[in-house]
Each structure stands twice: as C-alpha cells, then as structure tokens.
C-alpha cells in the first residue's frame, strides 16, 4: 500500500532510529515507525557494504523487533526489493515470513517488492 506524502510525514514525526558503529564509524542505519494497520514498520535498512556479513544487519533488525514489542505492537512489517536476496536470507533469519503482498517499487514499473512479517 503507498502511502501519500502527508500520511509518511506524520508516521516520520515518531520514528525511532538505530544506528551500528563499527571503530567510531556509522555501518549501519534502521528506523521503525508505526503502520496505520496498528503494526510497526522496519524502514530504511542499510549497512555499509565493508562490514555485511558481521551480524550487523541481525542487530539492527533485533533492535527494531525489541522496540516494536516495547511499545506494544503486534508484528512488524516490511518490505524488500526484487532480487535482495541477502536482504530475503536477513530478515528470513530473523524471524519474518513472507506475507504475500506485492507491489511495484515504483508505480507503473514491473520491477516488484515483497512484503514480510514478524509476529511478536
């Protein structure tokens, strides 16, 4: 579901961030919100290409997933590209599934992104 620029800006106003640092450096960056659905979202996953495969990425989806269940909600949801199949193995590990909804990246392209869930 794509969410109109007002709607994301209210949604931004409580967003909750997380960042790794690795030797006093940022490698890493995470956000949660909360969805209109009453669920929370993990957002803007990144990790710097020089440190992925250290746990980082496990980290920050762990922080998210702890925040989430802090502030009492259900599940958290997100969603990943087309062919990130590091980015399906990561949050696979982490406990999320496949929900089955689908949508394009960006509207009229045939290029897709997929949807995930964690129950907590």
């Known amino acids: 579901m794509r969410v109109g620029e007002d709607n994301w800006r209210r949604r931004l106003a409580g967003r909750c961030q997380f960042l790794a640092e690795v030797d006093g450096n940022v490698a890493g960056t995470v956000g949660g919100i909360a969805s209109d659905d009453g669920n929370a979202a993990l957002i803007s996953m990144w990790v710097a290409p020089s440190v992925r495969g250290r746990g980082l990425g496990g980290m920050l989806v762990q922080a998210v997933v702890d925040w989430a269940r802090d502030e ?43 949807e995930m869930e964690r129950i907590l």
């Open 72 to 114: 009492g909600y259900p599940a958290v949801r997100l969603w990943f590209a087309e062919g990130n199949v590091a980015a399906e193995r990561l949050y696979l590990r982490c406990g999320f599934v496949r929900t089955g909804a689908t949508q394009p990246i960006v509207p009229d392209q045939p290029r897709m992104e997929f």
